[in-house]
């Protein structure tokens, strides 16, 4: 949990060195256990902030919604203000708005005075009852904005937002869930709290885009386990839509001391009071597994462990009357807590997978408030079988549940192959069982991504949980289809399986080809012959009857799998497979070769063979890489490409490599083939790697006669943005995505003198330089590119307002930093200090992502503190190259586009900008730009924009 010191008294005139120290180091007092199955991080893994308040200050704003309705919502805000003197007049006032998002209309108001108020006490004001509120809801996560001021008069000395939403919920006894008086199934996941090269020391775009995909894949329920996480997470599911189940990290370990019990009951408190204002959670669960593994001597014994549930119990209804508490897989305790949900693992640590709906019958009769949460197993990317394990028959169906000691417990954990079909079979039934279950609250699937743990040694992956829809990096598996077909709205079609691409048999044995679709209709193709349309029918299993019987050929075999909906385009996916009709003999040798990636690595893939030179695919035994000389691998990633130790799969293992300068030597081995070896050798030119640069001319320029050029561009990571430029070179432009030495490229101009490059995915065999001129000597290009004054550049973020548009030219202070990097992101900040627009003064960040190989780039803009003044809003453009745009509106996307020959290279080239529509993105006249205002954004917006020249089109698309 995050936590807050006041270091005022140990403040001394002058500089002041701070230091923040952090020690992780073994404590059994603490929570959750070292038995846990997941790492404990030590280090600084979140946001350090050193906040500057005034001397009175307000702190803690909660926001209660007692009673909701369509009809109406109560409301009531406590804030405790700090400072405040004996000898305060009845001059200061506390005030609290409730403001809509859309327009910043004020719904709900209340203003008092602080005359006889302590400082340091908590304040409770009642705003009363907002008629007709537009609900939260999963479909709709609608949030209002909590404004609270302090203030002297008029004059505001300090203030605070916060976002909430209305919303209420309730279990049917013994049956479904219910938010805003309507049945949800609740469709879950679990997250953890880290990703592969970072550990927990995860970036916010991290943290957003692990829940955008949870979300992109239908999911609208998700729970984090098995501790509190980044504020940037709970954020994202308030504004995505993502129902919540908050967990105590009392995880494993037992019960302990009074010490123990002290700094338990502390973290309850703290996760609460911090996380109140989310109205994505709806659960307090208390912890998991609590009493296996004991760390103190009794700490299993349920006659103590249940008084400390009663008291947690009583401490988060106290703390917060509106959620409910809740309770994994301790039964001794199952009476004691609002929701309660037992372990069950049909088919992985017991039974099968078709005794899923008998257990769940069973468990929604005994627990009055039951939800499922933990199910799945592991699978390791590219392991396939063609007779995977079946739904019965191999272990005892009538088996369900985990137990706390698997040693002696057959099971699929232990007994399987962990391959990607079987899992996918597993899923696919668990769905169509949990969707169809008359009454069923809902469950989540564990866990979303493969996270890293202490406690597998022995897996394919070592130290890898392997449950995972996609890997550590958040690459999807075959499983995560399986659920987009059931609950995703977007059209797509996936043929089982991308990562099973030499397959052998047979000749006269046909093969069952799964697409998983959420279409009305998919045809499937094989060498361009048609196999014949199929309707979905939701949830027959397996692949909702979306299956062929194919009579692979020998050699290459492409398949093309074509879905269908109404009033959709058609959608499709294709793979080419491998097929070969000659059995292969006993492993006999490991062949190495290596391939360029699009990062600018190389993939090391090492391959079982057998004498006569055929694929072993059913080859399994560790791997183990190693490299010699310049060029490094990547290890410990914990991802299918980036571990040095791993478990083949179908006689295949690879590591990727990062090239440098000069010869390396890559060995793989293991116990049963003792080396096999690669030689590579590169040149500095080979080499060069995907990046960002934040380019900076030398100060000698003479920017108002544009002479004194005096040597190539500094590479930075901050720029403070000199205040010497003359007016007209003070704009922002964006150009791309262009293709450049082999890459495609981002450039984004500040100025005359500082621009940023970021490098996105190389580009085999196409090399071209888009701009011709001399950047130097030709500085009034804007008439071109940027008309100097109002007009936009390609994506550039303005300002409208009165009937102009303004372009982010003056402020007092204006910072460059590059804020995230990785090999294949990058975010560039722009902080405007003092941004004056028409006599107006505020503060702005704008923030420019883009991902390597995308097509597109991101713009996020935000007022600090505050908003923008009364009538401006945010807007975007299109340079008007052409003066035909046109616009679209698909998916809750606002698009506007122009295609064809610009002005001075008269070439073929695109532009386009895309607005999420709940901004009310609306054109507007401008004659030098195509403009589009986003008319419900005052505090902040975001879009994305391209562009693209004729050349730069890749497969005619």
């Not at 890898?464 to 499983?479: E, I, S, Y």
């Not at 006993?586 to 090492?606: H, S």
């Not at 204006?814 to 990058?826: L, P, R, Y």
Request: proline residues 5%; charged residues 25%.
């Amino acid at each position: 949990m995050g936590f807050e010191i006041d270091i005022n008294e140990h403040l001394v005139a002058g500089e002041n060195t701070l230091l923040v120290h952090v020690d992780n180091g073994y404590d059994p007092q603490v929570i959750p256990s070292q038995k846990a199955d997941f790492f404990i991080y030590g280090g600084i893994t979140r946001d350090v902030w050193l906040k500057k308040l005034p001397l009175t200050h307000l702190s803690n704003v909660r926001i209660s919604t007692p009673a909701v309705s369509k009809k109406k919502a109560s409301t009531a805000v406590a804030v405790q203000i700090h400072g405040l003197s004996q000898a305060s007049s009845k001059d200061y006032h506390l005030r609290v708005s409730i403001q809509e998002p859309e327009t910043g209309k004020t719904v709900l108001q209340k203003k008092i005075s602080l005359q006889d108020q302590q400082s340091g006490s908590e304040i409770l004001l009642d705003l009363g009852s907002l008629a007709k509120p537009h609900l939260w809801s999963t479909e709709d996560p609608y949030l209002y904005t909590c404004v609270v001021q302090y203030l002297e008069g008029e004059r505001e000395i300090d203030q605070l937002e916060t976002p909430f939403g209305y919303r209420w919920f309730h279990f049917e006894a013994h049956g479904a869930f219910y938010l805003n008086g309507e049945r949800l199934l609740l469709r879950g996941t679990h997250r953890h709290e880290e990703h592969a090269g970072y550990g927990a020391a995860m970036p916010n775009s991290l943290h957003r885009k692990d829940m955008a995909q949870i979300k992109e894949m239908g999911a609208n329920f998700v729970r984090l386990a098995h501790y509190p996480q980044d504020p940037e997470v709970y954020k994202a599911c308030d504004e995505l839509g993502l129902i919540v189940w908050d967990e105590l990290p009392w995880c494993r370990g037992g019960i302990g001391d009074k010490t123990w019990m002290a700094n338990s009951r502390r973290l309850l408190k703290e996760q609460i009071l911090q996380n109140y204002n989310h109205p994505s959670i709806c659960f307090w669960s208390l912890g998991n597994e609590i009493y296996w593994l004991p760390d103190f001597p009794g700490g299993g014994d349920s006659a103590k462990i249940n008084p400390f549930i009663r008291e947690l119990h009583a401490l988060a209804h106290e703390i917060d009357p509106f959620r409910m508490t809740a309770l994994r897989k301790y039964y001794p305790g199952s009476h004691l807590v609002d929701v309660f949900f037992p372990s069950i693992w049909s088919g992985w640590y017991a039974g099968v997978y078709t005794s899923y709906q008998q257990a769940l019958e069973r468990e929604q009769k005994k627990y009055p408030s039951f939800l499922h949460m933990e199910y799945g197993g592991s699978s390791h990317v590219g392991r396939h079988t063609e007779t995977p394990i079946t739904g019965s028959g191999m272990l005892d169906e009538s088996k369900w549940a985990e137990v706390s000691n698997q040693v002696a417990i057959r099971n699929i954990a232990k007994e399987g192959d962990w391959t990607e079909n079987y899992i996918v079979d597993l899923f696919d039934w668990h769905l169509g069982v949990s969707e169809s279950l008359p009454g069923f609250a809902g469950n989540a699937q564990w866990a979303f991504k493969d996270f890293g743990t202490p406690l597998r040694p022995e897996n394919a992956v070592p130290y890898l949980n392997q449950k995972g829809l996609v890997d550590r990096a958040g690459k999807p598996k075959d499983a995560y289809y399986v659920f987009k077909s059931y609950w995703s709205k977007e059209p797509f079609t996936y043929i089982e399986s991308h990562t099973w691409k030499e397959r052998s048999g047979p000749a006269d044995k046909s093969r069952q080809v799964c697409v998983y679709s959420n279409c009305e209709e998919v045809e499937l193709i094989h060498k361009g012959k048609s196999l014949g349309k199929k309707r979905r029918v939701y949830g027959k299993f397996p692949a909702h009857g979306l299956t062929w019987d194919v009579a692979f050929e020998e050699g290459e075999n492409e398949l093309i799998a074509k879905g269908f909906n109404k009033n959709h385009q058609p959608v499709s996916d294709a793979i080419v497979i491998s097929y070969t009709f000659e059995q292969h003999g006993p492993p006999d040798q490991v062949r190495l070769n290596a391939k360029p990636l699009t990062n600018g690595n190389y993939q090391i893939e090492a391959l079982m063979f057998d004498k006569k030179g055929n694929r072993v695919l059913d080859y399994e035994n560790r791997m183990y890489f190693s490299a010699d000389g310049s060029s490094n691998l990547l290890v410990n990633y914990g991802t299918p490409t980036r571990s040095q130790v791993l478990e083949m799969a179908n006689g295949r293992a690879a590591i990727e490599l990062v090239p440098a300068p000069g010869k390396t030597v890559i060995e793989a081995r293991n116990q049963d083939f003792k080396g096999a070896y690669l030689t590579l050798q590169f040149t500095e030119a080979e080499v060069s790697k995907v990046q960002a640069l934040l380019l900076r001319q030398p100060h000698e320029f003479d920017a108002a006669n544009k002479t004194n050029i005096t040597g190539p561009y500094q590479q930075v990571q901050k720029i403070e943005v000199p205040n010497d430029l003359t007016p007209q070179n003070k704009w922002v432009m964006f150009e791309g995505p262009v293709l450049e030495n082999d890459l495609i490229a981002y450039r984004f101009y500040m100025d005359s003198r500082h621009r940023f490059d970021i490098y996105g995915k190389r580009v085999q065999d196409l090399v071209m330089d888009t701009v011709s001129w001399n950047y130097h000597d030709v500085m009034d290009w804007g008439s071109d590119i940027l008309k100097v004054g109002n007009s936009l550049g390609i994506g550039s973020p303005a300002i409208w307002y009165q009937d102009s548009v303004y372009t982010l030219s003056e402020s007092a202070q204006k910072t460059v930093e590059i804020t995230d990097q990785t090999h294949d992101f990058a975010n560039i900040r722009t902080t405007f200090i003092g941004l004056e627009v028409a006599g107006h003064r505020f503060d702005l960040i704008q923030d420019w992502s883009i991902k390597a190989g995308e097509a597109w780039c991101e713009i996020k803009l935000e007022v600090i503190n505050g908003r923008l003044p009364e009538g401006m809003h945010f807007a975007t453009g299109i340079v008007k190259h052409l003066e035909t745009c046109h616009t679209h509106s698909h998916n809750r996307q606002f698009s506007a586009y122009t295609w064809g020959e610009q002005s001075f290279h008269h070439e073929k080239m695109g532009m386009a900008v895309v607005i999420p529509q709940h901004f009310q993105p609306d054109q507007v006249r401008d004659s030098d730009s195509h403009t589009f205002v986003m008319r419900n954004a005052a505090t902040k917006a975001h879009y994305r924009f391209l562009a693209a020249w004729e050349r730069d089109v890749i497969g005619g698309e």
